[in-house]
T-cell receptor, first 109, second 114 residues
Framework: GQQVMQIPQYQHVQEGEDFTTYCNSS?????IQWYKQRPGGHPVFLIQ?????EVKKQKRLTFQFGEAKKNSSLHITATQTTDVGTYFC?????????FGKGTRLSVIA | DTEVTQTPKHLVMGMTNKKSLKCEQH?????MYWYKQKAKKPPELMFV???????INESVPSRFSPECPNSSHLFLHLHTLQPEDSALYLC?????????????FGDGTRLSIL
């Protein structure tokens, strides 16, 4: 079945450093979504990408969808302590949404 | 604040007990989902209801029984659970059951099986 691989599993950064998490699918995706889950919280929808090569920005967050619609990335510029949490990509093709394993971000003040 | 409400927030039960988890949304969404999430793992899809009909059952053991009496409410009935069923159970909803719709998650029910 469809698989969505996400790396790295963990990332520890100093406050102010940049952070990137990457997502790869074994099959072409119709769309990819990104969620953030704070410690002890629930996943919260951040954004959805649908078009090949699409780039979207939300303040310090930049999301990209690859040309082949098989990979995606989330980049955070100048991390803050409020960015702490696990970031999940979730993709779908002809299947229900499949979540990547997530990248757990720690920010050291 | 979440617009998907789950009760109870915490539940401790023995293996022979019967209990139910409840989920409620009033956003007019027509698709509702149950996920299971173990610590440090991604959510795993269990069931999907679309327009009150069960559309996806991801080979979930029969000791978990979902019910969707109307588009605003979703239940997960639990019976004779195993210790490995201890997890966070998340409910989510989306406008329709189409996979590209963003999902809105509730806070979850943290379930512990003794």
């Amino acid at each position: 079945g469809q698989q969505v691989m996400q790396i790295p599993q963990y990332q520890h950064v100093q406050e102010g450093e940049d952070f990137t998490t990457y997502c790869n699918s074994s099959t072409t995706l119709s769309n990819i979504q990104w969620y953030k889950q704070r410690p002890g919280g629930h996943p919260v929808f951040l954004i959805q990408l649908v078009k090949s090569g699409e780039v979207k920005k939300q303040k310090r967050l930049t999301f990209q969808f690859g040309e082949a619609k098989k990979n995606s990335s989330l980049h955070i510029t100048a991390t803050q302590t409020t960015d702490v949490g696990t970031y999940f990509c979730a993709g779908s093709g002809n299947t229900p949404l499949v979540f990547g394993k997530g990248t757990r971000l720690s920010v050291i003040a | 604040d979440t617009e998907v409400t789950q009760t109870p927030k915490h539940l401790v039960m023995g293996m022979t007990n019967k209990k139910s988890l409840k989920c409620e949304q009033h956003m007019g969404h027509r698709a509702m989902y149950w996920y299971k999430q173990k610590a440090k793992k991604p959510p795993e899809l269990m069931f999907v209801y679309s327009y009150e009909k069960l559309s996806i059952n991801e080979s979930v053991p029969s000791r978990f029984s979902p019910e969707c009496p109307n588009s605003s409410h979703l239940f997960l009935h639990l019976h004779t659970l195993q210790p490995e069923d201890s997890a966070l159970y998340l409910c989510a909803s989306s406008q329709t059951g189409v996979s590209y719709q963003p999902q809105h998650f509730g806070d979850g029910t943290r379930l512990s099986i003794l």
